[in-house]
T-cell receptor, first 110, second 116 residues
Framework: EDQVTQSPEALRLQEGESSSLNCSYT??????LFWYRQDPGKGPEFLFT???AGEEKEKERLKATLTKKESFLHITAPKPEDSATYLC???????????FGAGTTVTVRA | DTAVSQTPKYLVTQMGNDKSIKCEQN?????MYWYKQDSKKFLKIMFS???????INETVPNRFSPKSPDKAHLNLHINSLELGDSAVYFC???????????????FGPGTRLTVT
């Protein structure tokens, strides 16, 4: 079953063109919502964990937010080095495994 | 200093063979995981060990058997390989199972398995 759905599948941006990625989850009893970055040929790299609706976290040009139904990853004034696949994952209160979405592949052109 | 390492990085083998993938972490973490990433890029948990004890065992064929000789190592042995086993396999570790800190998982570089 799909617990986590990410959109869009791919996003092509011009350098400096801000945008947002969406991660919607259909589980009840969410323990946490996680964002990872994955570069080609590498393992996912942890970015953020969000635990409750209204929570926000920032790191450089990235900002993650959480509502009761979805999470957004905002990329502000992206640079080519922000090109990667961004994965979100959920964990449940009584089940500690992570369920990943399919990811959004972001390409930032100079 | 590599935090989570896997060997080999690439593995090409024929159907029916048995192969192993090794994983080591030098982070002092208690929990280790195996994930499979298929061609559609979905990352799916296979197994998790906490202090050498199996705690997550998803619906994975019996041909897959994890082995944890100590909490720094988690190996994956696959018997009678099939075409559908072709994927990238990632090892990961976290500080502790469950709770807030446990989910910051550190991933290895992956092992690309190709079964011909």
């Amino acid at each position: 079953e799909d617990q986590v759905t990410q959109s869009p599948e791919a996003l092509r941006l011009q350098e400096g063109e801000s945008s947002s990625l969406n991660c919607s989850y259909t589980v009840s009893g969410l323990r946490g919502l996680f964002w990872y970055r994955q570069d080609p040929g590498k393992g996912p790299e942890f970015l953020f964990t969000l635990y409750s609706a209204g929570e926000e976290k920032e790191k450089e040009r990235l900002k993650a937010t959480l509502t009761k139904k979805e999470s957004f990853l905002h990329i502000t004034a992206p640079k080519p080095e922000d090109s990667a696949t961004y994965l979100c994952a959920s964990s449940l209160a009584n089940d500690y495994k992570l369920s990943f979405g399919a990811g959004t592949t972001v390409t930032v052109r100079a | 200093d590599t935090a989570v390492s896997q060997t080999p990085k690439y593995l090409v083998t024929q159907m029916g063979n048995d192969k192993s993938i090794k994983c080591e972490q030098n982070l002092g973490h208690d929990t280790m995981y195996w994930y499979k990433q298929d061609s559609k890029k979905f990352l799916k948990i296979m197994f998790s060990y906490n202090n050498k004890e199996l705690i997550i065992n998803e619906t994975v064929p019996n041909r897959f058997s994890p082995k944890s000789p100590d909490k720094a190592h988690l190996n994956l042995h696959i018997n009678s390989l099939e075409l559908g086993d072709s994927a990238v396999y990632f090892c990961a570790s976290s500080l502790q199972h469950g709770l807030a800190g446990g989910h910051q998982q550190y991933f290895g570089p992956g092992t690309r398995l190709t079964v011909t």
